[in-house]
């Protein structure tokens, strides 16, 4: 374990370099090219060995340790979003209009000095690493799906991960016991009125006037359709419907999202949506087509890895404090491995301590303090160790 805390120490800079690297040349989800390559690239001169375009273009690379034991895969996401940066750094994003405004270059960053690291302990690993990159994590369906059908999970005994937190203080560690993250859904309406003059509503069927409705109506369905006691968000994001100042609108469009952690409040707001709009509309002759589409599952953490990380995090270099983190509505597909695999998923603190704001992710401004990657560094790898050395096959001792 100290061999890996120094070999991480002495890789600092380097990650450091990877991120900023990373963060200049940001690619959207789905159309992401450089990166796997340049991801792939790095694997493949420490000597793993590697597959490409698993799932889509994401990466899958493996260390074999020299001794027996587990398979522990790691998993960063590696995709930007659709924003223009303006935090006005020196290696601030090259793609104009694309920025790493929610840390996945960190991520990337992150597990490329872990993987450099343990390499340089292959010998003594008990066991394999699986290092997981995944491409589109932002976008749904995601990546993770397409990846899993493509193997990457294959003989995997348990996945860790963490996500770099923006707005939580530098050396704090935080986890929680199931539900973490919120299963994430989308939704866009489409409402067909009757267009006119706007000085004769009356012989009119106002899109607007209904669509309005709808965004009250929808509103009721978490108030006073879900038990008060399961956590539940209906949100309309965009409302549109473009006409002139003497023009009634003869259509309409609603965007929004719904973010559950039940499956069965998740399945009731939706069929409720569906008589919501059904109604409202036909109650002004206007007709109402509603899209839903689900998408990431809940994230649902695995009691005995969860709580086996919180424990070991307390004693890394640099952890200052562990606490149980709230249920987050936030989305996030690394759900679908732990459907399948047994494991964990954890928040590392980078909050920049003194900065006048901190901005969130998702934000133009969004920054980090880079010593979280260190921090977020060795608890991935002490988990991994811990796990390989607590779960290595003894041998069998035979009495002549």
């Known amino acids: 374990m100290e061999k890996l805390y120094q070999s991480l120490d002495s890789l600092y800079e380097e990650i450091v370099q990877l991120r900023r690297y990373l963060h200049q040349y940001p690619e959207l ?49 590696f995709d930007a979003l659709p924003i223009k940066e303006e935090t006005g750094l020196s290696f601030q994003s090259k793609n104009d209009g694309v920025m790493h405004a929610c840390g996945h270059d960190a991520h ?47 003989g995997v005994d348990v996945i860790f991960g963490t996500h770099i937190q923006a707005q ?17 859904d989308f939704f866009e309406i489409d409402i067909q009125g009757k267009g006119g003059h706007g000085a004769y509503p009356h012989q009119t069927k106002d ?27 209906v949100s309309v994001g965009s409302f549109e419907a473009v006409n002139a100042n003497n023009v009634i609108a003869d259509t309409a ?11 069965g409040v998740r399945d009731l707001i939706e069929a409720e949506m569906k008589r919501v709009v059904s109604a409202t509309c036909e109650l002004s002759g206007a007709k109402g087509i509603l899209h839903y589409r689900r998408g990431y599952p809940t994230l649902d953490n695995h009691e005995k890895e969860t709580l086996f990380v919180a424990e070991l995090a307390k004693d890394i270099p640099g952890v200052e ?69 607590e779960h290595s096959k003894s041998e069998k001792v035979v009495e002549l």
């Open 29 to 77: 989800s789905f159309r992401e090219v450089h990166t796997p390559r340049y991801i792939a690239e790095y694997h493949e001169k420490l000597g793993h060995r590697v597959r490409t375009n698993v799932g889509g273009n994401g990466v899958v690379a493996y260390l074999e340790g020299g001794k027996p034991g587990p398979t522990v895969a790691m998993r960063a996401d």
């Open 108 to 154: 990337t960053a992150t597990l490329l000095g872990l993987a450099k690291a343990l390499n340089g302990i292959k010998e003594e690993l008990k066991g394999t690493v699986v290092f997981i990159h995944h491409h589109a994590e932002e976008v749904i369906p995601g990546g993770a799906k397409s990846m899993i059908e493509d193997g990457c999970l294959n």
């Open 168 to 184: 939580t203080p530098l050396g704090e560690v935080n986890y929680r016991v199931g539900p973490l993250q919120a299963a994430a």
């Open 207 to 233: 899109s607007i006037v209904v669509g309005s409705q709808l965004v009250n109506n929808l509103q009721q369905i978490v108030s006073r359709k879900v038990d008060p006691l399961h956590s539940a968000v």
């Open 321 to 389: 404090v562990v606490q149980e983190s709230p249920q987050v509505m936030g989305g996030e597909d690394f759900s679908y491995y732990l459907q399948q695999v047994k494991g964990t998923f954890f928040f590392t603190g980078a909050e920049i301590k003194g900065r006048e704001e901190s901005y969130p992710h998702h934000h133009p401004k969004f920054d980090i303090d880079e010593r979280g990657l260190l921090i977020a560094a060795k608890v991935l790898g002490r988990a991994t160790l811990t796990y390989m050395q």
């Open 253 to 263: 469009e609603l965007k929004g999202t719904v973010r559950t952690f039940d499956e």
